[in-house]
């Protein structure tokens, strides 16, 4: 368990050769200092699940190796600075769960609806919420049912498990959606093959 108390300092910009930041799931308070655009070879930065307040500095537009920004539940406040728009090579921004003053259209993070296959039975991400600190660990679950698992990391990527498919009783993989527009309209395929299907919703 991470148990990371107090704030961000501002000397965190001075480790330049940081390539992944992650410092979710923990107590930080305060803001999110501006000091952090100076870590330009940043490509992932994980502030998720802390208790972190401010606004996003415009600094973070500076973060142009930055893959993954992720700032979800937290209790960050104003506007998504337009300095974001300059982070050509981001991938994925998951900033939902704070109090911004605009709305976010994309806020969604949701598990998959299909039946999930665990050690040779077809399990429900309802049934993962029964334990879920013990079945979230179990492999590939965190990336079918993130929601429950607390995982938005995993919200915009496939679930590496396999599944059944709502009309019938077949089980298939994400590899065998490949993309491919008439499989990603199956029900509940394109919540659980989220990249492969993306192109298409």
Known sequence: MKMLIGSIPASIGDFVWLKHLYLNENELTGSIPASIGDLVRLQHLYLYDNALTGSIPTSIGDLVNLKHLLLWDNALTGSIPASIGDLVNLEHVYVC?????DSIPECSCGDSPLDLKLFKKLRTCDWVKENVTTRCEKKGVKSHCPLTCNTPEFCFLDSTKK???AENDEVR?????????????????????RESCSMWF
């Open 173 to 193: 993989s994400c590899k065998w959606v490949g993309g491919i527009k008439k499989k990603c309209r199956k029900s509940g395929v394109k919540e659980t093959c």
């Open 97 to 101: 769960g704070n109090d911004w003053t």
């Open 163 to 165: 599944f059944k498919l």
